[in-house]
């Protein structure tokens, strides 16, 4: 499976980004999909997470600033950033939920920066 992301780059403080992640040519639905974040020397963390019907999951430095929606029918999650900080700088991980394992794409990195 393979998990293809879009997005990212460098942006400056207060102002928004977009990423996209999904996977196509699947026969099933991921039981949830969303984004997680890891910067140098630290552990990947939750940013957040969402199943098909729209139940979240997210770190609470990001609720009221982030947006993760499902696809619609199909195996895709977006994550709208709005007023970010420097802190939200990292690498964002796609994630997805599979019925038997777990999948991760390629990373994106997002620098937060005037």
Known sequence: VELVESGGGLVQPGGSLTLA????????????MGWYRQVPGAERELVAT????GKIEAAESVKGR?????????????????????????????????PAIDHWGQGLAV???S
Do not use: W
Not at 21 to 32: D, I
Not at 50 to 53: I, R, S
């Open 21 to 32: 992640c999904s996977a196509g040519g699947l026969s099933y639905r991921f039981y949830a």
């Open 50 to 53: 969402v199943t098909p019907v």
């Open 66 to 98: 982030f947006t993760i929606t499902p696809g619609d029918g199909e195996n895709r999650v977006t994550l709208r950033m709005k007023n970010v900080k420097p802190e939200d700088s990292g690498v964002y991980y796609c994630y997805a939920r599979g």
């Open 111 to 113: 620098t937060v920066s």
